[in-house]
């Protein structure tokens, strides 16, 4: 029975300092969470979400400030506290130890210069009374719990030698090291695929059952919300525009924005479709700013969920049969020394790819799918020799690639464009976005001046949601959505014949993910644009593929069009991935919430 909330927020407001005055991020918002509850934030990338968040615990950056407001934190030590008024000394006692938080940006969280086990460590070592070996031997178990490969092995290693979804699961074994009473956790399993998202989510909740841990769960992607928690809380624009259960929610949305959201996400019960709706076909604003809804004009079978027509007339699913294919792949392998003898000779491999072929048609989507850590990323940065393949081959419009001069693969690289994993990585933190768009147009003499670059960024930009006013702005500025959208941009500003899209759209909340997927489509048809898709979203890869390569292990283990692998699998590791997709039925949520229940009655 629910008696005193652990956490209690009222009338929380934040502001950012610009140079065109103060911008409010959150906008009055009051909400409570008990123990052993999980309330999970929603919302479209810049609605305040991660503010939310910080902001509660203090962590804005300089021209960041909390106006107002309360945020009431239920601790074991000090007993009832106003996080917002608490010295920094006890605040810092309360952080990392009874409030635990996973950060969205996983790669910006861990300190490049020591090693995983060794940051995990040092929270163990700051909050407990462990011994330095004891403390070692329950990182390591931690992250056999986060089902990391080798734990002993990625305890030794630092963040960049490992995979970003790998990244996200040292982050959320650092942040249940100490059995909080409050985890907050941003975009927890946005770097992970479906298989480690699905065991990440139970190890949330067995950590919410054994504890009574109260969880604060944000994101964008609904049909996680569905499975993890018990009350919704929608924002829009710095406010809560609507709330309720995962089930009141999902059956009976109230709001357009709330209609807009679920309606925009790929489904693997719908039949593919050219063109996703977006949160703009449900509401618009008026003179005032209320959110007024709007008639839908979509065609009612084109939303997801439901099923009409035959995938194989949907737009841009027929690719152009060339004579030859645009890019063939064969036997290329990439293995990484991990061992070596007295000597210096390498005496054991990691074999990231191993003897993968294929062949991709020009104006055709391949989607590749499959774990962390199973070669994806680095098949896609071998197929541009930023990784030399350790054998095989990678021919590329007629060319082997391994055989170009330095200049012959640069200039081949203005035809075969890459989209990367990590937005924040990706952009030089000195250039402006409008620069970081405009500088491939400028090193492939691409335009007479930069006044014509200049205006072809802009609308680059436009086309994947920045706005002209956002051109000056330094990357971390933007949210990470609006971070991976300039990186997209980027990519498309020499008319690439090729995009390697790597997670391109992970970071991304689902309305601007169906814009970027329904741009990716657009010019794919207009430009003949390859596309080789990389994603852990099988959902996605559904909706975007006209042809899906599984990997496992470095090896392709089965491939064929959509509706062979996702209604006939023939491999039980496919299999076992298509299970671990959050349906998003209302069937498959009652479920959940039934089993939610019964777990927290405990046994009979």
Not at 143 to 152: I, S, T, Y
Not at 498 to 511: F, G, H, R, T
């Amino acid at each position: 029975m629910k008696t005193t909330p652990i956490l209690h927020v009222s009338d929380l407001r934040t502001a950012f300092s610009t140079d065109h005055g103060k911008i409010t991020a959150v906008d009055g918002i009051a909400f409570e969470i008990y123990p052993g509850e999980t309330v999970a934030i929603v919302g479209e990338s810049g609605s305040g979400k991660s503010v939310t968040a910080l902001s509660m615990l203090r962590l804005l950056e300089a021209a960041g400030s909390i106006t107002g407001g309360q945020v009431v934190f239920q601790s074991e030590e000090l007993g009832q506290v106003d996080l917002l008024q608490l010295p920094e000394k006890q605040l810092l006692q309360l952080r990392g130890n009874e409030i635990s938080m996973v950060f969205q940006e996983p790669m910006s969280s861990l300190n490049p210069v020591y090693t995983c086990g060794q940051q995990v460590t040092e929270v163990l070592l700051l909050h407990t009374s462990l011994s330095k070996k004891q403390a070692k031997e329950h990182t390591i178990a931690l992250f056999e719990q986060a089902k990391l490969p080798r734990p002993d092995k990625i305890y030794e290693a630092y963040p960049h030698e490992i995979s970003g979804g790998q990244v996200q699961r040292v982050m959320i074994a650092m942040a249940m090291a100490c059995e909080p009473s409050l985890l907050i956790a941003d975009e927890p399993t946005t770097a992970l695929d479906v298989t480690v998202q699905a065991r990440m989510l139970q190890l949330i909740d067995e950590l919410r059952v054994k504890d009574n841990t109260a969880v604060l769960f944000i994101t964008h992607d609904l049909g996680v919300v569905a499975e993890i928690a018990d009350r919704i809380l929608v924002m829009y624009k710095g406010k809560i525009v609507e709330q309720g259960s995962v089930l009141e929610v999902f059956s009976q949305p109230q709001h357009p924005y709330t209609k807009g959201l679920l309606a925009c996400r790929p489904t693997l019960s719908a039949t593919p479709q050219s063109v996703l709706p977006t949160v703009s076909d449900f509401m618009e604003e008026d003179a005032q700013g209320c959110v007024l809804e709007k008639p839908l004009t979509m065609p009612k079978d084109s939303l997801p969920g439901t099923v009409t027509g035959n995938s194989a007339t949907v737009a841009g699913k027929s690719p152009n049969k060339a004579d030859r294919p645009l890019l063939q792949v064969e036997d290329l392998k990439v293995y990484f020394p991990v061992k070596k003898s007295f000597f210096g000779r390498s005496t054991a491999y990691v074999k990231a790819v191993d003897g993968v072929s294929f062949s991709v048609w020009p104006g055709e989507t391949i989607g590749l799918v499959g774990e962390s850590g199973c070669g994806k990323t680095t098949l896609g940065r071998s197929l541009l020799h930023l990784i030399k393949p350790s054998a095989g081959k990678v021919i590329f419009g007629g060319n082997d690639v391994a055989l170009l001069s330095p200049a012959e693969l640069r200039q081949s690289r203005r035809n075969l464009q890459m989209i990367f994993q990590d937005p924040q990585a990706s952009l030089n933190p000195m250039h402006t976005v409008g620069e970081a768009v405009m500088e491939p147009m400028r090193v492939h003499k691409r335009y007479a001046s930069d006044k014509e670059r200049r205006v072809k960024a802009t609308e680059l930009l436009e086309k994947v949601g920045i706005t002209p006013g956002q051109f000056h702005c330094y990357p971390h500025v933007l949210s990470g959505g609006q971070q991976q959208r300039v990186c997209i941009a980027r990519a498309l500003a020499l008319q690439p014949k090729c995009l390697i899209c790597d997670e391109a759209v992970s970071a991304l909340d689902v309305s601007v993910q169906a814009q970027v997927l329904n741009l990716l489509n657009q010019l794919k048809q207009e430009f003949q644009i390859t596309c080789i898709f990389i994603t852990h979203d099988l959902s996605v890869a559904r909706h975007m593929s006209d042809r899906i390569l599984v990997m496992h292990q470095g090896r392709i283990v089965e491939q064929g069009t959509p509706e062979q692998l996702f209604f006939n699998p023939q491999q039980e590791y496919t299999r076992t991935l298509i299970n671990a997709i959050p349906k998003g039925e209302l069937e498959d949520i009652a479920a959940a919430q039934k089993k939610r229940e019964q777990m927290k009655a405990g046994p009979a």
